[in-house]
T-cell receptor
Framework: GAVVSQHPSRVICKSGTSVKIECRSL??????MFWYRQFPKQSLMLMAT?????????EQGVEKDKFLINHASLTLSTLTVTSAHPEDSSFYIC???????????FGPGTRLTVL | EDKVVQSPLSLVVHEGDTVTLNCSYE??????LLWYKQEKKAPTFLFML????IEKKSGRLSSILDKKELFSILNITATQTGDSAVYLC?????????????FGRGTQLTVWP
């Protein structure tokens, strides 16, 4: 299957700082990338859908000024958590698709801990 | 509101047992249903189902979709400890955001030796 990478895999930061997470499709061009958040023992919650060269579409309840998404190319999307607070601590996962009719390929996830 | 419901939420079995995981859904303009396995990290893809009644198999895993009754099952035969994971069901519709998935909460499967 296709490979999606995320960087960093784990980050610990102080409250009030901003954290950038990268998502890359390594061996294919992704028409669309998705950002999810997962709390312990919970399912994946879609935060936003990102298409290259256009503004991301955010799910209801997700603050777009807090979770900045930049989809600079067909292989790279970034999620920046601005002014992070402890309640933003979570597991952030991205996924990418080649074709809307096929499966999503997930990155390994980034565990964010805000102190 | 579109939703995906999985049951049971948690299941504990011994090696060699057969398990059946359930996923029911209410999604407008259904397109496909996907099963994923999630261990410590991100989900890995298992199956994608689009047509009713056609069983998909991969080794000891199999899955089938019933579009009339709006559910799918995932079977695992002769379970092994390595099957311990959260199994996620997700549904895709034909909505404006192509490719978007709606996930269920998952079934936590634990296989004891």
């Amino acid at each position: 299957g296709a490979v999606v990478s995320q960087h960093p895999s784990r980050v610990i930061c102080k409250s009030g700082t901003s954290v950038k997470i990268e998502c890359r499709s390594l061996d294919f061009q992704a028409t669309t990338m998705f950002w999810y958040r997962q709390f312990p023992k919970q399912s994946l919650m879609l935060m936003a859908t990102s298409n290259e060269g256009s503004k991301a579409t955010y799910e209801q309840g997700v603050e777009k000024d807090k979770f900045l998404i930049n989809h600079a190319s067909l292989t790279l999307s970034t999620l920046t958590v601005t002014s992070a607070h402890p309640e933003d601590s979570s597991f952030y996962i991205c996924s990418a698709i080649r074709d809307p009719a096929t499966e999503q390929f997930f990155g390994p996830g980034t565990r964010l801990t805000v102190l | 509101e579109d939703k995906v419901v999985q049951s049971p939420l948690s299941l504990v079995v011994h090696e060699g047992d057969t398990v059946t995981l359930n996923c029911s859904y209410e999604v407008t303009n259904f397109r496909s249903l996907l099963w994923y396995k999630q261990e410590k990290k991100a989900p890995t893809f298992l199956f994608m189902l689009t047509s009713s009644g056609i069983e998909k198999k991969s080794g000891r895993l199999s899955s089938i979709l019933d579009k009339k009754e709006l559910f799918s099952i995932l079977n695992i035969t002769a379970t092994q400890t390595g099957d311990s994971a959260v199994y996620l069901c997700a549904v895709r519709n034909r909505g404006s955001t192509l490719g978007r998935l709606y996930f269920g909460r998952g079934t936590q499967l634990t296989v004891w030796p």
